[in-house]
């Protein structure tokens, strides 16, 4: 569990916890336009964003309209943020970690700035933001993709996924429908140096070592998040290893294991005879999962995410944990049930992004 960072704010901070419910003053994470429905070039934003009510937190993302699962994650966050009287500032360093530290910079010198909501790009890169925000009193939300162990100290919580555990699971389905079989898969990784690709990553392959070593991992690459790379690099490992050698995949992500499925079909490959498991359950993953080209894979919800991001700022400006599930607020975890052709249409699991 991560220390409060509660006993940092400055008693300004805390003073704002009596709130208005007010309307938000929010950016597009895309182009950072003012998104209050209002045309006035004055730059008023329809809502009050100036009160002493009203709680100031910047939204440093790695992503926002310009990707699928930004799009359907920023409204959630944006009316939570309205109901919970906090004035967003949201960013979009587009994976680059110069720009997402840049980013961070002008928070931090921002003195209205009461808390941050942080979605790192690269987690290597990240602990000067935390120590500059640390240093300044203000409190450090981690939303989505978590920051390396020894840096979870300067932050007050994470909400997201429990990456490692949507690897694991993933294995779990791959060992399940491997059922004792000796075969030969392929991995697809995300983005190098990205938390959330090293623990998926790592939750596949130690869970597949543990539970199933009739699973041979023969090569992996990353796919970086992009179906077109995963399927180069799909086609890649499968001419390293030998197609004859494969009988499954696994990817991180439906957008990357589309990429592999379709390596596989450009060599004209029957899909349906292998055993393949991802992790999403997105617009391009269920409908691989119903037409049996994709074994299993484990639902996400992008409206979760950015919700709960804003519910975890809330407690660290406010200390109200009465939102959310655990003792003290400093981790909230997404459930992720598995998607396979038994449940794939069921309502509970239906894609958002």
């Keep these: 569990m991560r220390k409060s960072r509660l006993v940092l704010a400055p008693a300004a901070m805390l003073a704002a ?7 938000c003053a929010t950016e597009d994470a895309s182009t950072g336009s003012s998104d209050s429905g209002s045309s006035d070039s004055s730059g008023d934003t329809g809502g009050d964003t100036g009160g002493d009510d009203t709680l100031k ?9 310009d990707q699928p699962y930004g799009t359907t994650y920023l409204p959630p966050m944006q009316a939570k943020a309205a109901e919970l009287g906090i004035e967003l500032t949201i960013t979009n360093s587009e994976y680059d970690g110069d720009k997402q530290a840049s980013e961070c910079e002008i928070a931090v010198a921002d003195s209205e700035t009461d808390g941050i909501i942080l979605w790192p790009a690269i987690a290597d890169s990240i602990r000067p933001c935390l120590e500059a925000a640390n240093a300044a009193g203000i409190p450090v939300w981690i939303t989505n993709a978590d920051v390396n ?3 979870t100290g300067l932050t007050y919580g994470y909400s997201g996924t429990d990456s490692y555990g949507q690897g ?7 060992c399940e429908f491997a059922a004792g079989a000796e075969i030969g898969i392929i991995q697809i990784n995300g983005l190098t140096g990205n938390s959330v690709a090293s623990l998926r990553g790592a939750g596949f392959r130690e869970t597949v070592a543990s539970e199933c070593p009739n699973v041979t991992i023969l090569a992996e690459q990353p796919g970086n998040w992009n179906k077109d790379e995963s399927q180069i690099a799909a086609s890649e490992m499968l001419t390293a290893v030998g197609v004859e050698n494969v009988q ?15 390596a596989l079909e450009a060599r004209g490959l029957a899909v349906e005879d292998f055993i393949i498991t991802s992790i999403g359950n997105t617009f391009l993953g269920n409908p691989l999962v119903i037409d049996g080209k994709l074994d299993g894979t484990v639902f996400q919800s992008s409206g979760w995410d950015g919700e709960n991001a804003v519910i975890g700022i809330y407690r660290a400006l406010t200390g109200d944990t009465s939102l959310g599930r655990d003792d003290d607020g400093s981790v909230l975890y997404m459930p992720n049930p598995k998607v396979t052709i038994d449940n794939a249409t069921d309502p509970s699991v239906a894609p958002e992004w």
């Design 149 to 151: 162990p020894e840096d």
């Design 248 to 262: 499954g995949m696994y990817a991180a992500d439906d957008s990357m294991v589309a990429g592999g499925i379709a």
């Design 168 to 174: 694991a699971a993933s294995a779990e389905m791959m």
């Design 57 to 65: 937190v910047y939204a440093l993302l790695p992503q926002g309209n």
């Design 17 to 23: 916890a009596a709130l208005v419910l007010t309307g």
